[in-house]
């Protein structure tokens, strides 16, 4: 006979059902009563209002007799006859209503009968009587009756009368709502005894059933909590019930199964990753993972294929074996898709085999051999992408437990033959970097001993223009000596100008020199930075940010000098444009508010009243001024605050200052609470490659030509730039710029060659026309894209590759011109090609025109990458055919953005 199944639903429910008749006999009960409670009030409240209505109607009806009455004797009018008449009669049937409504009262209806009594005497004796009295005209012995007063005697009676009722009535309605008190109360006891019994009877009910059901769950609960315990796990739920709890007892036998089955799984995988540790090579790696996975799974044989890029070819090497033999066919390398090895990684799925055939493979000991019945190949990925291929050969099937084993361990696998390979090629990078290095200080020392020697002709220079203006003024008097004076002079501006322009074109060379490896620098540095392998450590990030820090300290220092140089050429552009005052500080604000938090340093901006909204001059200069001198100011301040204060200059300021246009002018200063500067050294330090002392130079680092810069600057402006310091309390430097800058033709630039120094506007054609906002960071559309690299710098070729590679890109180099043409002519699939110029062989701009003049390749995009940014080389690129141009070192999201414009465009 099968067992009735009591469930925990059904006994809950019943303790529910007990609980709800309970309460549905309390609801009834109260009903009951409540509608009592409301018939008692009811009757109450309208038998009271009903006896008081005819109480008042009687006494009104007297009242009308009364008045009635007086006012005929008085007037002897029959109009006052009306009210008394209606009274009489209405008096009677107001009284026999009251009479019905005290007829359980008897002492009430006594009363009732008394006021009757009263009433109907008084007219009898004093309301019909007066009046007979004046219908006959006995006005004497009217007058005596109201000497007399019977008839006042007795209406104060019959009030007396009334008053006496009503008293008797209301005690009667409080006895009775006092009754309804005491009704109440003792209902209000039996509730609270009907509460008391229905809750202890639930509260019983509950705790029979809840013990049933807690102490199975308490039985559950050891046996889950004691997973963690290898003694434990080998215990299992008593099953004593046939409801719910038998369910998750059931269940959780079933969960200790699993979870005793995954312990076995994670145990070995643990022991696996400790094996890992320190493992530098794929082959040892391979080595012990098959070892172990032999070990767990009981199998004869297995080999396993790493996945590497081999001459352009995608290819599956094996590296390591197990229980291998020389009558193995020795076919070690496999192509994506070639044989089950192949296929395996192609679709990289699980694959396994049985029945195979006797003279499949022989698995021999020193005992004999024999021939596996089963083949098992699954694929082992890292990020989606199969790095390896592992086969395994066994004499009987594999069970469910060990493949799933051998799924659960493949990822992990796959990650440490990522991180073994990524290292192995981190430390060819770093030796890479560690040369690139060594090279950067040679050209550093270089450049270090070429600005020196520059600084001394400067001197010299104007050592030569003092003489020139000494021997001015003595011509004046002597006219010989005048003539003479003149030859001099120009023999020395010509030195000057073949000075400036051997010093132009040397920084020039020099910063195609210097450019081309710090493209490497900057380019590998970043890479190592970004990190994508995750296999560098945090020591490896950071010697790779300062690597790359070194390299644009580098490129400013160069772009320094060039500008610097510049300036003293008198080659300088100026545009003068409206600037909006109001961007200024909006400007500043977004560029040192994080340096201000980093260094604790409050940076506060004051704007002066009456200053106009725009002033006329060259907003880039300006911008560089200011942002120059607030950097030193950020610079020497350890604690404090900056300050940065635009507002009119004064006329005191500008009698001080002297030699400047008329006009407004404004004043842009800038207060630090830095170290100062002795009063003696204030006038140096506006020189170049010149600081207060050498203790700041080594303790602040710097090369001394921000100030310089800033004040040849302000000097092309038409303004000054002043200096008030002490020394431990800060300084003021002030910048006076004329509120509208006047056109000055000395300042326009030369057809001569000229440096570009505009870094904003270094780059291509087709950037400079799109806007910032045009520009994506989002380079996906690039990817499977095939680039030609030219370049005969083999960093330059290593660098760009690997991170065009990095992105997506399919890559291909060549060393010279002659030889990219060869390649382009070889691959009908190239996209694009990157082209420098400055090259042996064949240079870019043969290459360039070559290419042209191949009729397939005439509209393929060619950006030219150069090193040497000078303005009539940028024409001659364009000319010679290039697409686009970029200034080495290379920006590579500028050059994905133009590539992508590029290629968008063609398409």
Same mark, same amino acid.
């Given at each position: ?42 009757? @109450? ?53 009251? !009479? ?6 008897? /002492?009430?209806?006594? +009363? ?104 199975? @769950? ?55 990753? !400790? ?9 040892? $790696? ?31 090497? #094996?590296? !390591? ?6 009558? *193995? ?46 083949? /098992? ?20 099937? $594999?069970? =469910? ?13 796959? &990650? ?14 770093? =030796? ?82 210097? +450019? ?5 620098? /900057? ?25 790359? !820090?070194?390299?644009?300290?580098? /490129? ?19 545009? *003068? ?26 940076? %506060? ?21 200011? @942002? ?68 700041? =130079? ?67 054609? &087709?950037?400079?026309? &799109? ?14 894209? %095939? ?19 990095? #992105? ?16 382009? =002519? ?25 290419? +042209? ?55």
């Amino acid at each position: 006979m099968k067992k009735h199944r009591f469930t925990l639903q059904y006994k809950i429910l019943s303790v529910t059902v007990l609980i709800v008749i309970c309460l549905l006999g309390f609801v009834m009960i109260m009903h009951d009563r409540i509608n009592t409670l409301q018939r008692e009030t009811s009757f @109450i409240s309208h038998q009271d209002r009903e006896i008081a209505s005819l109480a008042n109607k009687i006494e009104k009806n007297i009242l009308d007799m009364e008045t009635g009455q007086r006012g005929y004797i008085i007037t002897g009018d029959d109009k006052y006859l009306e009210p008394y008449d209606l009274g009489k009669a209405q008096w009677k049937a107001s009284y026999d209503k009251l !009479s019905l409504l005290n007829a359980n009262d008897s /002492l009430q209806l006594q +009363r009732l009968v008394d006021i009757e009594n009263s009433i109907q005497h008084w007219i009898k004796q004093s309301g019909d009587y007066v009046i007979e009295l004046k219908k006959e005209g006995q006005e004497a012995e009217i007058l005596r009756y109201f000497n007399s007063d019977d008839g006042k005697d007795q209406m104060d009676q019959i009030r007396s009368q009334f008053s006496t009722y009503r008293e008797t009535m209301n005690e009667n309605t409080n006895t009775l709502i006092a009754e309804q008190a005491d009704r109440n109360k003792l209902l209000l006891e039996f509730l609270y005894i009907a509460w008391a019994i229905i809750a202890i009877t639930s509260v019983v009910a509950s705790w029979i059933i809840s013990r049933a059901i807690v102490s199975t @769950i308490r039985k559950v609960t050891h046996t889950i909590a004691g997973l963690d315990s290898s003694v434990d796990m080998k215990t299992r739920v008593e099953i004593t019930t046939n409801d719910e709890i038998r369910d998750l007892s059931v269940a959780t036998n079933h969960l200790i199964d699993m979870q005793q089955e995954r312990i076995w799984i994670q145990d070995h995988a643990n022991d696996l990753l !400790s094996r890992y540790q320190g493992i530098t090579l794929v082959s040892q $790696l391979g080595d012990i993972f098959l070892s172990k996975t032999a070990e767990v799974i009981d199998y004869p044989y297995s080999a396993l294929y790493i996945r590497t890029q081999e001459h352009d070819q995608d290819l599956l090497n #094996r590296t !390591s074996t197990f229980g291998g033999s020389s009558n *193995i066919t020795d076919h070690r390398t496999f192509q994506i898709g070639e044989g089950l090895v192949g296929q395996c990684a192609k679709e990289a799925r699980l694959m396994h085999i049985q029945d195979l055939p006797e003279n499949y493979i022989n698995i021999q000991s020193g005992l004999g051999v024999s021939a596996p019945k089963s083949l /098992l190949l699954f694929p082992v990925s890292f990020s989606d992408e199969v790095v390896a291929v592992v086969e395994i050969a066994t004499f009987s099937p $594999l069970t =469910e437990r060990q493949i799933e084993f051998l799924d659960s361990i493949s990822d992990a696998f796959g &990650a440490a033959i990522n991180s073994t390979i990524s290292s192995m090629r981190i430390d060819q990078l770093l =030796e890479q970097s560690q040369r690139l290095n060594e090279e950067l200080q040679v050209y550093t020392e270089e450049l270090q001993t070429q600005s020196e020697e520059l600084q001394i002709q400067t001197e010299s220079l104007h050592a030569t223009n003092r003489k020139l203006e000494e021997k001015n003024l003595l011509a004046e008097r002597k006219s010989f000596e005048a003539e003479q004076a003149q030859i001099e002079l120009a023999q020395s501006a010509e030195l000057l100008r073949q000075s400036s322009q051997y010093k132009s074109e040397f920084l020039a060379n020099m910063s195609h020199e210097l +450019r081309t490896p710090l493209n490497g620098i /900057l380019l590998l540095s970043e890479f190592l930075m970004e990190n994508q392998s995750g296999a560098l450590s945090e020591e490896d990030i950071e010697f790779s940010q300062a690597i790359h !820090s070194s390299g644009q300290d580098l /490129l400013r220092l160069i772009n320094d000098i060039l500008d610097l140089s510049k300036v003293e050429a008198g080659k300088l552009n100026i545009e *003068i444009e409206a600037i909006n005052l109001t961007e200024i500080p909006e400007a500043m604000l977004q560029s040192f508010n994080r340096l201000s938090r980093k260094k604790e340093i409050p940076f %506060h901006i004051q704007i002066g009243e009456g200053l106009p909204t725009l002033f006329y001059s060259d907003a880039q200069r300006v911008r560089q001024i200011i @942002i120059n001198l607030l950097s030193n100011a950020f610079k020497f301040t350890a604690k404090g605050s900056v300050i940065l204060e635009i507002r009119l200059a004064t006329k005191d300021e500008l009698v001080k200052l002297g030699n400047l246009e008329t006009g407004l002018f404004i004043a842009f200063a800038i207060k630090d609470t830095g170290i100062g500067i002795p009063y003696a050294k204030q006038s140096i330090i506006f020189e170049a490659f010149q600081q207060a002392d050498g203790n700041t =130079e080594r303790q602040y680092g710097g090369t001394g030509l921000g100030l310089s810069i800033s004040r040849e600057l302000a000097i092309l402006l038409g303004g000054r730039i002043t200096v008030e310091s002490q020394v431990g309390m800060g300084s003021v430097f002030t910048v006076y710029l004329p509120l509208k800058l006047q056109d000055n033709p000395s300042l326009e630039e030369t057809t001569e060659k000229v440096v570009d120094l505009s870094h904003e506007e270094e780059g291509s054609v &087709a950037l400079a026309a &799109a806007t910032s906002e045009n520009i994506s960071s989002d380079f996906t559309s690039l990817n499977h894209k %095939h680039v030609l690299i030219v370049d005969d710098d083999e960093r330059n070729l290593f660098a760009l590759s690997n991170m065009l590679r990095k #992105r997506g890109l399919q890559v291909t180099t060549a060393a010279d011109g002659e030889r990219g043409i060869h390649a382009l =002519e070889q691959s009908v699939s190239i996209d694009i090609v990157l082209m420098d110029i400055m090259m042996p062989v064949m240079n870019g701009y043969e290459a360039i025109n070559r290419i +042209r003049e191949i009729p397939t390749k005439k509209e393929i995009p060619i950006i030219a990458l150069t090193a040497k940014a000078l303005k009539e080389d940028k024409a001659k690129i364009l000319q010679a055919g290039a697409t686009d141009y970029l200034s080495k070192p290379i920006n590579l999201d500028r050059l994905l953005a133009l590539m992508q414009l590029l290629l968008t465009s063609d398409s």
